[in-house]
């Protein structure tokens, strides 16, 4: 970006998923000049040249936008090539690492960070498809390429989302049972998806808030259990540990920057550091070395010493976000009509991305929700909302189109594939893993007790859940033209 640019300028060529227009909508203070017509070029190392009509150039300075300052309208956080993103990147990591090994080197041990890497599934899914690989072997081979370049210990955030799960269903049967006298209880939209909710912040506000749950992100859920419950396993305060997740959007790293999830006391944050599917990609070119080329680390650990069930890789039902509505919708049934239900009947309304489920007990009223993923679908759910005309429950909201599994930081297609197809391949990739229940996996449950002293308490409500915070968008606007 530069801070001279035309009004009229669009970049065409940034390939981003869910980058309708490509074209940024921050509130911005143009500064115009009468009669000046010119063309930005870019050059090969990244630079814009100013072309005035007599043909004379000018190079344009750049100008920084921090993660926070962005609105999240999926025109340009998502693009790396864009955004001048300095403290969530690979380089960061490498910087850690090779610091951690001129401190053993001059024998000083004890200034030495942790390095705690957490892969996501719809990451290891896009990895495993690119290199050919099943998610299992993707897994053993990401853990052994970390731990040879450094890292300490490698964990699937699998199974921070139990977490996510099991409180997002707590929480939706409360604010059931609230909705006869709170009328902003229902319905509950899913938190999980950080574009969406910076969008919900800095475009709606306060109204659409109070609909979110307050459950955090499986990111944010693992963040909180390295910072917190792994660090003090090991006897380590939280700054100590330099925590590091792999996820398929770049909304994740400005998710995890939010203030929200920052340690004033130890000055550190609960995820440190987010990096890409597409940039492990980068890393493992960097290292002149395939994934399948690497050995694996067979030693599968989900957190200090805790195994999944089975003793390997396993997930969660539902689709490639999380299965939020799957969870939900058989919670609710189970808690609000006593019954059960063997498999949830998808119907799909508008197009692929918008489709409802609704289970019908006799004598009982029925349960609603629905999947609703790209902005165009959001949208139309959060203008229901503002009519009072919303029919849902619940609604799981994802920022891009066929969800997190088509995430804007995923691997790209490579030459002669198609997105769908490449989509596809992703998809087996992820659904391939064998599904467990939440409350079934191995360490939940003690992990509650241990940790948090119970489900319902209030370092429960500390650590697994969070607020949000509308935003005047013109007070974030900044001195740039595009």
Known sequence: ?????????????????????????????????????????????????????????????????????????????????????????????????????????????????????????????????????SSEVAHQKLTGFFKKLGVHHVFDTTFSRNFSLLESCREFIQRYYEAETNKTSLPMLASACPGWICYAEKTHGSYILPYISTTKSPQQIMGSLVKDYFARKHGLIPSQVYHVTVMPCYDKKLEASR???????????????????????????KENISLGEVEGDTSFSLMSGLVSPGGGLVSHIGGGSGGYLEHIMRYAVSQIHGTSVESLQYKTLRNQDFQEVIVEVEGKKPLRMALAYGFRNIQNIVQKIKRGKMTYDFVEIMACPSGCVNGGGQIRPAEGQTNAELLQKVKESYTAVPCVQPDLWTGVREIYEDWLGGMDTDKARAMLHTQYHGVEKIASALNIQW
Do not use: W
């Open 1 to 133: 970006m530069a801070s001279n640019f035309s009004g009229a300028l669009q970049l065409t060529d940034l390939n981003d998923f869910i980058t309708p227009s490509q074209e940024c909508v921050k509130p911005i203070k143009i500064y115009r000049k009468p009669g000046k017509v010119a063309k930005i070029r870019i050059e090969d190392d990244g630079s814009y040249m100013e072309v005035a009509e007599s043909g004379e150039e000018k190079k344009l300075q750049k100008a920084r936008i921090t993660l926070n300052d962005c609105l999240a309208c999926s025109g340009c956080i998502t693009s790396a090539e864009s955004v001048l993103i300095t403290q969530q990147s690979q380089e960061e990591l490498y910087n850690v690492l090779q610091e951690n090994l001129r401190l053993q080197q001059t024998g000083e041990l004890d200034k030495q960070k942790v390095v705690v890497v957490s892969i996501s599934p719809q990451s290891r899914a896009s990895l495993a498809t690119k290199y050919q690989l």
């Open 259 to 285: 203030q929200d999830f920052y340690n004033d006391v130890y000055r550190t944050r609960d995820v440190d550091c987010v990096i890409t599917s597409g940039e492990v990609e980068k890393m493992l070119e």
